[in-house]
């Protein structure tokens, strides 16, 4: 099989002919840039850049020797934006190896941090000396009373994680930015065996947290109910606006878009469900079915923690994979969410513990543990495998290599 027809098997709740595989296909499902050095000096591998194109969580493009090394099966609709020379400038990671930095971010040393600032001047997000990330700094709509949203894209445009965007979306300004999207996707589907993903975002319950910070959007939901569902009609709005035109320019050349909304903690759901059925499903249902009705796309969701809770509502509104399956979070047991969804949601991710186990465990333990959660999730297909979220910074290479042998040498 193919990478492309690993993915769509899988997907389709069939089983391919051996585990499908990703890094990197999604912004918390990468490498960061460090242990992506580090991986390569262990393996020995030279040249190639090490190219950052998520600078908020720190985060590389895997090259073609990875994809290739590791069987990875689908790959980022971003990394056909990152051809361009110009848009790269060597820069010195905080570990001091080597890397190439987007030019079009305007990040700067300031004291003992790095600071992102925009055209305004304002510092967006920072990541401080010995911390290997960004960090939001700024939330445009905090402390401010406001009923009237018809100039929130001023207010969107001050968020951190739009502002720090990929390749991708670093063109979303351009006048001719559908066309460009058009032609990208089809090229790479032209040239690449492997599935391809875009990040698409529509993010409702995180973009009200960006804006107004998350203590304050919580304790908003509940006290000015009226104001937040105008904020999120509006946002609804500019996500559907900006949904219809992506869906008419990639067509059926991109296999699975992704959305993105943490919806859990570690503990515990991180609203009540009832207010989830109440203010975000609707919405979400609204996107997730433009995505139904205009192509063959499979609709991804990433919500980070305890979202079993959710689930039900969320296959009712269209979802088809659930990401990073957390299964360290409270009620997430691998074995009793294959048990209760599997029939109707792909799990994408849970194949190892990335928070304790992958920087911490030996190499047999990771071998145990893929095992153990491939063998639960990957029954009558279903399950695409990747670590719970990012390989972060100060994994061993040794776990790296254990976590991707152990997984590749799974058949069906």
Sequence with gaps: MTGRERILTALNHKEPDKLPMDCGAMRSTGISGMSYNSLKEYLGVTGGSTKMYDVMQQLCIP???????????????????????????????????????????NIKKEGNEWACRDRDGDMLAHMPEGVAYFS???????????????DLDT????????????PLWKNAERPAFFSLLENKAAELK????????????????????FLYRTDEFLVNLLIEPD???????????????????????????????????????????????DLYREVFYPRHKKMFQMVKDRTDMKVFLHSC???????????????????????????????????????????????????????????????????R???ILMKDGGFVFTQIHNIVTGVPPENIVAMYEEANSIRY
């Design 136 to 150: 939001q700094n700024y939330w445009p709509l905090a402390g401010k009373q406001k009923d009237d949203f018809s």
């Design 155 to 166: 207010y969107m445009k001050k968020n951190a994680w739009a502002h720090l965007s990929d």
């Design 373 to 375: 959660n491939a063998e």
């Design 190 to 209: 032209s040239k690449s065996n492997r599935a391809v993903m875009m990040g698409f975002g529509g993010n409702l319950f995180e973009n009200g947290q």
């Design 305 to 371: 923690g305890s979202v079993k809770q959710f689930l039900p509502d969320l296959i009712d509104a269209g979802l088809d994979i659930i990401n990073p399956v957390q299964t360290t979070a409270a009620d997430m047991d691998p074995l009793e969410l294959k048990k209760e969804f599997g029939k109707d949601l792909v799990f994408w991710g849970g194949g190892v513990d990335t928070q304790h186990l992958l920087p911490n465990g030996t190499p047999d333990e990771i071998r145990n543990n893929v095992r």
């Design 63 to 105: 090259e073609e020797w990875y994809l290739d090394r590791f069987e990875i099966d689908v790959i980022d609709f971003a990394r056909a934006f990152a051809d361009n020379p110009e848009d790269w400038q060597d820069w010195a990671l905080p570990d001091g190896s080597q890397a190439l930095f987007p030019t079009w971010l």
């Design 227 to 273: 104001n937040m569902n105008k904020m999120l009609d509006k946002l609804l709005e500019m996500h559907l606006e900006t949904l219809e035109k992506v869906l008419d320019a990639i067509g059926n050349s991109v296999d699975i878009i992704m959305f993105g909304d943490d919806l859990g903690t570690q503990s515990a759901p991180m609203i009540n469900p």
